[in-house]
């Protein structure tokens, strides 16, 4: 177990190794300037990389989504991350200024391999960075998010809007938004940019709700569930009833399972469904939230047959990196 400590910006976190395969969690304490960010924006990867650089630092894939329940009526948030290289890590943040949150970050976005954590003393990368840009989670009143690839997505270009790179979106909602509504207000607040591809999100609550947000021709457009399941792929919802695109097929096998089921299922079946769509060769991890006891259990690909647990408040780590 590491701690990388950063006196002068009073930031502190605490890295674990969970798993040879590998998988970390992380657990990030102190102010990580993201208030800043939000007022500031970025117009394009340059000024967000600068931006991190300031602030924080001293020197394409697609997916599967969808939301059911549990026979104890549970709200059950389920997400495959699929996508060339990953190094997963457990992030959990704490700060006075967002809502307490648990999510899965790819730490590969952000310079890892898995080397860096042996070499974190002499290189800590873009690891202060990780509480930025979380790929799905889960926050303290059960509201959840996770991103997909949309390549149709054209994103709002409005004059009087700050622009945020569009992996940070989760950030924020995980951060400020309690229920779908609330996530949807917030994305209306802001331009986005992408880096490789646009993305749209699929957002649900502890209430039950769920809803895909999306851009559709310069415009958000928002698909709400209508019935206790809803599902999510790579191809735009909104305008399509044909439902055709990219990973229509996932988007068929997880939709039908769901529907023969009348959206119910438990967390074990959840997995496998999830793992039975992955895209061959880019699956990195198949995560359950369970919005209502607020919990999270994950599977990577080289280990399915292993199946991590966690709660939203159970870590304990130690060791100091400084830097």
């Not at 951060?175 to 949807?184: D, G, L």
Request: proline share 2%.
């Amino acid at each position: 177990m590491k701690r990388i400590q950063d006196s002068q910006r009073n930031i502190s976190v605490e890295i674990e190794k969970i798993s040879n395969r590998p998988f970390y969690s992380m657990r990030y304490y102190g102010n990580d300037c993201f208030n800043e960010y939000l007022l500031r924006g970025a117009n394009s990867l340059e000024e967000y990389c600068s931006f991190i650089d300031t602030a924080l630092i001293h020197n394409n894939f697609g997916c599967s989504a969808f939301v059911a329940q549990n026979t104890n009526g549970d709200i059950l948030f389920a997400r495959n991350m699929d996508c060339e290289y990953a190094v997963p890590m457990l992030l959990r943040l704490n700060q006075d200024s967002s809502y307490s949150f648990l999510s899965l970050v790819n730490m590969a976005f952000l310079d890892w391999d898995e080397s860096t954590s042996d070499s974190l003393e002499k290189d800590s990368k873009l690891t202060l960075a990780a509480a930025y840009s979380p790929s799905d989670g889960i926050n303290e009143y059960g509201f959840a998010v996770a991103v997909l690839t949309n390549a149709a997505a054209i994103y709002p270009e409005e004059n009087d809007k700050i622009k945020l790179f569009d992996m940070t979106l989760p950030r924020l909602l995980l951060s400020k938004a309690r229920s779908v509504e609330e996530a949807i207000n917030y994305t209306e607040k802001y331009n986005l940019f992408y880096d490789v591809a646009p993305l749209h999100y699929i957002v649900a609550d502890a209430s039950g709700k769920s809803a895909v947000i999306e851009f559709v021709n310069g415009k958000m457009a928002v698909t709400k569930s209508e019935n206790k399941y809803f599902a999510v792929t790579n191809f735009t919802l909104y305008g399509n009833p044909a439902k055709t695109g990219f990973g229509k097929e996932r988007y068929e096998n997880i939709q039908n399972t769901l529907e023969k089921r009348g959206g119910i299922i438990s967390e074990e079946d959840a997995l496998d469904l999830l793992k039975n769509n992955v895209i061959p060769g880019d699956g990195q991890w198949s995560a359950v939230y369970n919005l209502t006891k607020k919990t999270l259990s994950v599977a990577f690909s080289e280990e399915y047959e292993h199946v991590y647990r966690f709660k939203m408040y159970d870590f304990d780590m130690k060791d100091t990196v400084y830097i």
